[in-house]
């Protein structure tokens, strides 16, 4: 039976929150403060509302320069917020992780939207803006990983080789479990929005596939890019 999900009223959706509304009593019941937890459900939900409105418009548009210049915008913001775990060098840290998830994000965006995808025209919105931030929020945090692994290691007065395979293994280890989790422990999320959209489940799980190999292609070549272009960074003494 294919039955496409119909669309969400606020008053249903208000229902989701009520299992939200227990876990905020429970943190009011153990006297743990519940500031953080509620700004980050104000913050999901304004910016999930303004996404939405956002995306309506940029699916319309036929502007080739838009897409480009957002998935500009997306490289950099990613490329500043994966540095976050090392933020004393940030700044000098930046250009080395933008060349990374611009070159391995870049690359696997275009092998899928152009390859496997073969989108008409080449920047559909529909296609293009969401692919591409998996792939870069995904290589965002294994540059994020890697980053503070590498540091780390250095700090411990690591040889540079042996602090980067250290840096890479723990860079891709969310990524190796998502692989073994993916249909046994969770249904991930591109695969259930086609199947509650009605999308016959043999077809979700071939674009499921598809979204986990250029996950873990991107995050990888992202990783292994950034460390070896980091490696100029270090002194001598930590080669």
């Not at 092998?111 to 792939?135: E, H, R």
């Not at 891709?172 to 249909?183: E, H, K, Q």
């Not at 929005?193 to 071939?206: D, K």
Request: glycine share 6%.
């Amino acid at each position: 039976m294919n039955q496409a999900i119909g669309i969400i009223s606020f008053s249903q959706l208000s229902l989701a929150f009520i299992p939200v509304l227990c876990v905020l009593l429970i943190f009011i019941r153990w006297s743990l403060s519940i500031k953080q937890a509620v700004y980050a459900l104000l913050r999901m939900f304004s910016q999930l509302l303004l996404i939405g409105y956002a995306l309506a418009f940029i699916f319309e548009t036929e502007s080739s320069s838009l897409i480009l210049a957002i998935l500009c915008f997306m490289c950099l913001a990613s490329s500043w917020i994966a540095l976050g775990t090392v933020a004393e060098n940030r700044i000098k840290l930046y250009q080395y992780a933008l060349l990374a998830i611009s070159l391995g994000g870049g690359l696997t965006l275009l092998l899928i939207t152009q390859g496997t995808l073969q989108l008409t025209p080449w920047y559909t919105p529909q296609y293009m803006v969401p692919i591409a931030g998996m792939i870069f929020a995904n290589s965002m945090n294994s540059i994020s990983l890697a980053a503070e692994r590498l540091q780390a290691e250095i700090d411990h007065q690591a040889h540079f080789i042996k602090a980067r395979n250290k840096a890479f293994q723990a860079a891709m280890i969310p990524v190796i479990n998502s692989l073994f989790a993916v249909g046994l422990v969770s249904l991930p999320g591109m695969m259930t929005g086609q199947i509650l959209s009605g999308t016959e489940p043999f077809i979700a799980a071939r674009y499921q596939i598809m979204v986990m190999a250029m996950v873990f292609g991107s995050s990888g070549l992202s990783t292994a890019i950034y460390l070896s272009c980091i490696r100029r960074f270090y002194t001598p003494n930590s080669l």
